[in-house]
């Protein structure tokens, strides 16, 4: 697990350089957002900034994500792990920080949930909780642990209707269990989205 302070970001964004509602999602996934005169105090893990600032950054090797404007050229500086189009999305941003700070990085958020689930395989039916949701997977608290693969989970999204996958246990830890969703509709990975979405910049 990655250690609180490598998750200080400074943001040395411009106005409408991020998307309404990334800010107040990435404190809620766990990042600090620092300003450039709160970084001369706080070094950061890595830095945001518009492409016009590059050149006000510190000589230092903290990584770099670039916001620029689509089809814009942006100097080479072997700091620069990726580069996002303004307004950066929160997706976009949270992998890039992902791969930038974390040792084992995700590829989509997750959110903390009470959600109950119906789980069936083969001939076993038993409820169980949705401790942890992402589009790829979830955690699962239940007291019948799922086999490996083949469990069928069905759970409501408030106002996002009903969503069913197929998935694929991955950890076990006592009564939880670290999902994959190995089979799971299009239109139900899109409502999972924009549930998480509603929960992190609301």
Same mark, same amino acid.
Do not use: Y
């Given at each position: 697990m990655t250690n609180?302070?490598?998750r200080v970001v400074e943001l040395r964004e411009s106005r409408g350089?991020?998307?309404?509602?990334?800010r107040t999602a990435l404190a809620r996934l766990g990042y600090r957002l620092i300003s450039a005169e709160e970084a001369k105090q706080t070094p950061p893990a890595v830095r945001v900034v518009n492409a016009h600032g590059l050149a006000r950054v510190p000589d230092d090797p903290t990584p770099i994500i670039v916001i620029a404007l689509e089809g814009a050229s942006v100097k080479e500086d072997p700091r620069i792990t990726g580069v996002l189009p303004r307004p950066a999305d929160l997706l976009g941003l949270y992998q890039l920080l992902q791969r930038a700070i974390e040792q084992f990085p995700r590829e989509y958020p997750r959110v903390s949930t009470s959600l109950s689930a119906r789980c069936v395989q083969g001939d076993r039916n038993w409820l169980g909780a949705i401790l942890e949701l992402s589009e790829k997977g979830c955690l699962l608290? #239940?007291?019948t642990a799922p086999e490996s693969e083949g469990a069928r989970l069905t759970f409501a999204?408030?106002?996002?209707?009903v969503v069913e996958?197929?998935?694929? #246990?991955? #950890?076990?830890?006592g009564p939880d269990t670290g999902i994959f969703f190995r089979e799971i509709g299009e239109a139900h990975r899109t409502a999972i989205a924009e549930y998480i979405s509603e929960v992190l910049m609301d």
């Open positions: 609180a302070w490598m350089d991020l998307e309404p509602g990334v608290r #239940s007291p999204l408030p106002e996002g209707g996958a197929t998935g694929e #246990s991955r #950890s076990r830890r």
